[in-house]
């Protein structure tokens, strides 16, 4: 039964590559801009935000039947990182919560939701999005903060602290 799971063909194997590939970049070009914070080119993020707004108009949202586990989650990647486009990045959230696990992600859902509001100038709901402020990582603003770890276990996330925890391992630091 598992080899017949494993061996079941997604649908669009020529998107799941396109998608994978736009990640790769994305990825790439992000950690060297971390590394020395002046290479970043924002045409990476409008290139892929065209490419993947096409996609969505051919197929629907990139789901695991349709691309496959690693290409969905590129999709939410790709979708989060659509900061320049916010209304394009807000139907991929109402595409996304209108699939069902295990289609999507429940913490790629919490984790656009939280960027879609505050790019809107909304409080976050699930606490994901962060600024470094005075060498911290603080969250940005929460609603009902009392209950936050109620809602990211709903969807799948730790807590705010362990996140804050690990955001101090992923991402050092900036020089000042």
């Known amino acids: 039964m598992y080899c017949e799971l494993r061996m079941k063909r997604i649908m669009f194997q020529t998107i799941s590559q396109e998608i994978t590939a736009m990640v790769e970049l994305d990825q790439?070009?992000?950690?060297?801009?971390?590394?020395?914070?002046?290479?970043?080119?924002?045409?990476?993020?409008?290139?892929?935000?065209k490419r993947l707004s096409g996609i969505v108009r051919q197929i629907g949202w990139p789901t695991r039947?349709?691309?496959?586990?690693?290409?969905?989650?590129?999709?939410?990647?790709?979708?989060q990182h659509a900061d320049l486009d916010?209304?394009?990045?807000?139907?991929?959230?109402?595409?996304?919560?209108?699939?069902?696990?295990?289609?999507v992600e429940l913490r790629d859902v919490a984790h656009l939701e939280d960027r879609v509001r505050l790019g809107f100038g909304l409080s976050q709901v699930y606490g994901t999005q962060f600024d470094q402020v005075d060498g911290r990582?603080?969250?940005?603003?929460?609603?009902?903060?009392?209950?936050v770890n109620r809602r990211r276990k709903s969807m799948g996330l730790d807590t705010?602290?362990?996140?804050?925890a690990r955001m101090y391992r992923k991402y050092p630091m900036k020089n000042k």
């Open 28 to 49: 790439k070009a992000r950690a060297k801009n971390r590394r020395d914070g002046k290479t970043w080119d924002k045409r990476i993020d409008v290139r892929n935000t």
């Open 65 to 79: 039947s349709k691309v496959g586990k690693r290409a969905s989650h590129g999709a939410w990647l790709l979708a």
């Open 86 to 103: 916010r209304h394009f990045q807000h139907s991929c959230l109402l595409y996304m919560r209108a699939e069902s696990p295990p289609e």
């Open 137 to 147: 990582h603080i969250p940005r603003p929460i609603g009902d903060p009392a209950n």
């Open 160 to 164: 705010l602290r362990q996140n804050i």
